[in-house]
């Protein structure tokens, strides 16, 4: 039998997708969101519920997103659909593809900005802004950032014009071809950063903090964060896993390049944590700053050092880099839907694309300036949007998710596209799928929307 072939292009190898689905995975969630949440989380309890929940419910869905990816070879929506009519249920499966394009919309929105905010950084330190800059003045920089539209605008549009050229080139010449580049690069600069922090930090204070489970601290607010981070970490929930396991090669193990994906990317969450917090504690400052603390503690411990000109420059473009190649993934599932499905050039449907991410990310900057009275229950449209997203629809998304492969996806169908036999293997994966991640997802979910609406 002549093997199905996505319209799009395929990966060169399994390497290359595992490289593109960690360069999805690895980005502001790792480098930037979770060491402030685990900071604002009392630390090592939150990181041990985040490690457990990739396990337990990350792992476990990604492997059911690359099924459905690969087998349908279609975009999101399109897969949902083909996948759910194969095994005789209704082709209004698609549903869950449609809310995933709509998640990757609000995400990508918040995303732009905060890659703007590293763009501007990355200028700034090439321009030594921040030599010997002290704590409190390196807070005055940030926030002055954040007040000024005009530069948080111009940031932005470059962010989106980088993420739409590369979206534009199409799986070969474009994602797979960024994913060649960025990732080395990556890894390197990661390297060089943790080296220096060993050196220079203090890193026994910042190894305890992100590694005494002290269970005492932890709430259920703290559990919905860490369940949301880690499908927002593995880029789950929304079909750009499911996108990218669409142009995997038959051959490769769907389980073994999961785990690699998924183990790569927590060991960079715990290798930027291990940069950023002996840095924070060396000079005194407070790991609950919020959404600020790379953006403030960073340019501080650069300044103060030899050679931190150079040291902040390479640091910020990491995180640029991380983030270019997370935003990639965000836009290619509606790109590909676009082309499937009205059979759009794909310049012209990321052009399209681009323009839409664009306008929702002037709503999202506005927030720190000439919009920051504007509040969606009670936040404002930033935090709104990332709200939103990574606690209700990344996970509701997940649920879905969850729940198709485990109960409506026919079980040889699973078997076959994981090419297992009806081992421990299987069933450890398949009672994950079909039970212990939507029921947990469902409980954490439930109990914090409750809370919310009640409190
Ligand atoms: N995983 C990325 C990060 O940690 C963000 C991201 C990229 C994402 N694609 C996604 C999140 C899809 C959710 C869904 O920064």
């Not at 949440?37 to 457990?52: C, R």
């Not at 499908?231 to 789950?236: D, E, G, K, N």
Request: glycine fraction near 12%; aromatic fraction near 14%; include cysteine.
């Amino acid at each position: 039998m002549q093997e199905k072939q996505s319209i799009h292009g395929a990966w060169a190898n399994r390497w290359i997708f595992i490289l593109a689905a960690t360069g999805s995975a690895v980005g502001l969630g790792n480098i930037w969101k979770f060491p402030y949440i685990t900071g604002e989380n009392g630390g090592g309890a939150f990181v041990l519920v985040y490690l457990v929940c990739i396990l337990l419910v990350g792992v476990p869905i990604m492997m059911g997103e690359v099924l459905v990816g690969r087998r349908a070879r279609q975009s999101p929506i399109n897969a949902m659909r083909e996948i759910a009519v194969e095994s005789g249920h209704s082709a209004k499966w698609s549903f869950v593809g449609i809310m995933g394009v709509l998640s990757g919309f609000m995400i990508f929105s918040f995303y732009s900005v905060v890659a703007g905010w590293v763009l501007h950084y990355v200028a700034g330190m090439a321009s030594g802004d921040f030599v010997g800059i002290g704590s409190e003045d390196a807070g005055k920089v940030f926030n002055g950032l954040l007040g000024d539209w005009k530069t948080l605008l111009i940031w932005h549009s470059i962010f989106v014009v980088m993420v739409m050229t590369v979206v534009a080139g199409g799986v070969n010449k474009g994602l797979e071809r960024a994913t060649r580049i960025m990732m080395p690069a990556l890894f390197v600069l990661l390297l060089v950063l943790l080296g220096y922090s060993m050196n220079t930090g203090h890193f026994g204070a910042g190894w305890n903090f992100l590694f005494q489970f002290d269970l005492s601290k932890l709430s259920w607010d703290a559990v919905l964060v860490a369940l949301g981070h880690s499908f927002f970490t593995l880029s789950l929930g929304m079909g750009a896993i499911m996108a990218y396991g669409s142009y995997m090669p038959k051959k490769a193990s769907i389980s073994s390049t999961v785990l690699t994906i998924a183990g790569m990317d927590t060991l960079v969450a715990l290798i930027a944590g291990l940069a950023i917090f002996p840095i924070v504690f060396a000079n005194g400052m407070d790991p609950g700053a919020g959404p600020g603390l790379m953006f403030v503690t960073l340019p501080v411990a650069f300044g103060q050092m030899a050679g931190g000109q150079i040291f902040g420059f390479l640091f910020f473009v990491l995180i640029a880099v991380a983030a270019w190649t997370s935003a990639i993934s965000l836009m290619e599932p509606a790109a590909a839907w676009l082309v499937e499905t009205f059979g759009m050039k794909r310049s012209t449907s990321c052009v399209l694309l681009a323009l839409t991410v664009w306008g929702l990310g002037i709503m999202a900057l506005g927030s720190f300036n000439f919009m920051s009275d504007v509040t969606f229950f009670g936040m404002n449209t930033f935090d709104f949007l990332d709200f939103a997203t990574a606690n209700i629809m990344l996970p509701l998304g997940g649920i879905f998710i969850s729940l198709f492969v485990g109960w409506f996806v026919k079980k040889r169908v699973n078997l076959d596209e994981l090419a297992l036999e009806e081992n421990g293997l299987f069933y450890t994966w398949y009672i994950s799928i079909r039970f212990i991640a939507p029921v947990a997802v469902s409980i954490i979910f439930l109990v914090n929307l409750y809370q919310k609406i009640a409190g």
